[in-house]
């Protein structure tokens, strides 16, 4: 690895750390490379096809996106314009509960409520902050119009039914109320030519949409994100699309470090995304699988190739009585994130 590398390397590592500073902190136990269906003897069939880890090193790379995605966002949690006071906010898919925990601190006026079907977050959180084990594909017992703001971020490989999911959202959700979905479309883009069609991080992408698809958890379901928005019911949708490095090849110090994450979020998270992925889809062996990832190991970080992913964001606001009358606030920024800029300008989303 050249010097610069190694620069980039040690500061999204610094600017991870500060990013996930909370006076609430996680106690994890080290456990075996456990799936939630594992951990759930009475799990839905939908919880049983879930098949991501979540041990302790899952947990740091979930952790260590969280940051990746606020750095994309300017420091933002969330973009739907959502009332300045929001009294009830739901986090789906909650996973440590860090986005759930980060809501909470910067509106102290809400109560915060985080879902998982694992019980992966920490106990020590914000007073208005609480987590719930629960299967969200199944049927809800939440009280109907009762929240302001419910919110879900990457939702991989573990929904079958979105119609549904987003439905049930819309009537849990007050009138005037927002709904906001993220999600990473794993589908990899180059602009320039420099990635080989033939690479091997092409053909993962190519691969696990299929397999994916195949297992029927579409790891492309946010394309559809607003037109279901729609059929439920909701208006004023917004979606934005913005460009995440593969890796750390952008000149701009800032997308050269988010490609620093999602290159460190690719490599610890591809043995466990691929493995129940491709033996499902594929019948592929262990040994199999990782012989094939050892080339997308080798070209994903290759910086002379200029991939990319797409962060898709979709907002959409219940119709209602109530777009609040008082100014809607920006979305608030989360002051333990610092992110290095030397130029002293406002940092820019454009590859």
């Known amino acids: 690895m050249h010097d610069d590398e190694d620069q980039i390397e040690a500061e999204s590592e610094n600017v991870c750390i500060s990013s996930l500073q909370s006076p609430y902190q996680a106690t994890r136990h080290n456990r075996h490379r ?3 269906a594992d951990m759930l003897d009475r799990a839905s069939m939908a919880t049983q096809q879930y098949g991501l880890p979540i041990d302790e090193e899952e947990l740091d790379r979930i952790d260590m996106s969280h940051a990746k995605y606020v750095m994309l966002l300017d420091k933002k949690l969330f973009l739907a314009p959502i009332a300045q006071q929001p009294q009830r906010i739901l986090d789906l ?26 019980p992966t977050q920490p106990q020590w959180v914000p007073p ?6 629960d299967d969200i594909e199944m049927p809800w017992t939440l009280e109907r119009e009762s929240f302001d703001f419910i919110h879900a971020r990457d939702l991989l490989l573990s929904i079958r039914n979105w119609p549904q999911l987003i439905k049930q959202s819309f009537d849990a959700i007050k009138p005037g109320g927002y709904i906001e979905f993220q999600c990473v479309l ?3 883009r180059c602009d320039d030519g420099t990635l080989p069609s033939d690479s091997g991080l092409a053909e993962f992408s190519r691969q696990a949409l299929a397999a994916s698809e195949i297992i029927g958890v579409p790891l492309d379901a946010c394309e559809k994100y607003a037109e279901q928005f729609r059929d439920a019911g909701f208006e004023d949708i917004v979606e934005k699309r913005v460009k995440m490095p593969a890796s750390p090849w952008p000149k701009e110090k800032r997308l050269k470090l988010v490609g620093a994450f999602e290159l460190h979020n690719l490599l610890r998270g591809l043995s466990g995304m691929s493995l129940r992925m491709f033996s499902r889809a594929y ?6 699988i990782e012989l094939f990832l050892m080339t997308v190991r080798k070209d994903a970080a290759n910086t002379r190739y200029h991939a990319y992913f797409e962060f898709v964001i979709v907002y959409g606001r219940k119709p209602g009585f109530s777009k609040p009358q008082e100014a809607e606030a920006a979305p608030p ?5 610092h992110i290095p800029d030397d130029s002293g300008q406002p940092p820019q989303n454009s590859i």
């Open 93 to 118: 898919g909650t996973g440590t509960g860090i986005w759930a925990i980060n809501i909470a601190d910067a509106y102290p006026s809400a109560e915060v409520l985080g879902l998982d079907i694992a």
């Open 283 to 288: 019948r592929w062996s262990q040994e199999q």
């Open 128 to 133: 208005n902050c609480r987590f719930e084990i």
């Open 333 to 337: 920024s989360i002051p333990p994130v």
């Open 186 to 188: 794993p589908a990899l």
């Open 34 to 36: 456990l799936t939630a």
